[in-house]
């Protein structure tokens, strides 16, 4: 047997080896395979960024027990403001890529960003959602991973991904263009959804995506093209249709509860306040 011949198979042979190695791994691993530049389900760029915020009041009615990474339990402290879920790429189909590169999350790269991300973009369970690579992390990690990693061509990297994330929150505030239309945060008050959806439209000129659970707006969801100007969250005559009657979409009416679970702190430190002035 001749030399070349012995090393081509040789490379033959690593080759099998490497495709069944792909294969066997596959189905277990995805982030792995998406890792392999040029594998099968490399995915492609997304098409804009939806920056998704929280709605505490909503969400902190389902607090059932405290833990110290859930805002919902800071008592007078716990935001009462929108917060920042995440940013997000996402298609126009209404698919979305996640978990694009091998990037782990690193604390020690935002630390310090952590006293903004602690008010702004707090955990408001105390659930750890998984993370992309095989068990469960923070709030924070979860984001990064899933979506920050795929908004390369426009974020690079993790800090970069929650500054910009944070820059983007400011110059939108949703929370200031709801009380100026008169839509504060109540728990006897119902709004027209029609009019949460103009007072946004109006300010930003786009439209929004909103969810809502039992009634209540849970989530608000602004949308941006690539250079960060708004853009309408639905295109596309499917995704227009399936935000009306979907399941997880709102009534004609719908509340915007107030923080329940620390009520009486809150009227208190707010009486202080008025006193003291
Ligand atoms: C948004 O506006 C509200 C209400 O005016 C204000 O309390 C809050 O501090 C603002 N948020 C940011 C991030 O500027």
Not at 137 to 149: P, V
Not at 203 to 209: D, T
Request: charged share 20%.
């Amino acid at each position: 047997m001749s030399l070349p011949s012995f090393s081509s198979l040789l490379l033959l042979s690593l080759v099998m080896a490497m495709v069944a190695f792909v294969s066997s791994i596959q189905d277990f691993d995805l982030d792995l395979d998406l890792d392999l530049e040029g594998g099968r389900h490399k995915q492609r760029e997304f098409d804009y960024f939806a920056l998704a915020l929280q709605w505490p009041g909503t969400f902190c009615q389902r607090t059932q027990h405290c833990c110290s990474s859930n805002a919902c339990c800071r008592g007078s402290n716990a935001p009462t403001t929108f917060t920042i879920h995440g940013l997000w790429p996402d298609y126009n189909d209404g698919t979305w890529p996640a978990c694009c590169t091998k990037s782990n999350f690193d604390p020690k790269e935002i630390s310090t960003l952590n006293d903004a991300l602690e008010q702004y973009w707090p955990s408001l369970s105390c659930s750890k959602p998984s993370s992309c690579h095989g068990g469960k992390g923070s709030f924070w990690g979860h984001e990064w991973e899933k979506h920050g990693t795929c908004s390369s061509p426009v974020v690079w990297n993790e800090y970069d991904y929650f500054l910009t994330t944070l820059n983007v929150y400011f110059k939108y505030n949703v929370t200031k263009v709801l009380n100026e239309a008169g839509y504060v945060p109540s728990n006897s008050e119902k709004y027209p959804i029609g009019g949460i959806i103009s007072a946004i439209e109006n300010a930003f000129h786009a439209s929004p995506q909103i969810v809502c659970s039992k009634g209540a707006v849970e989530e608000l969801r602004l949308c941006f093209y690539k250079d960060f100007k708004p853009r309408d969250c639905a295109v596309g005559p499917d995704i227009k249709i399936d935000m009306v009657t979907s399941k997880g979409s709102c009534p004609q009416y719908v509340s915007l509860p107030e923080l329940a679970s620390s009520g009486r702190d809150e009227l208190q430190s707010w009486v202080a306040d008025e006193v003291a002035l």
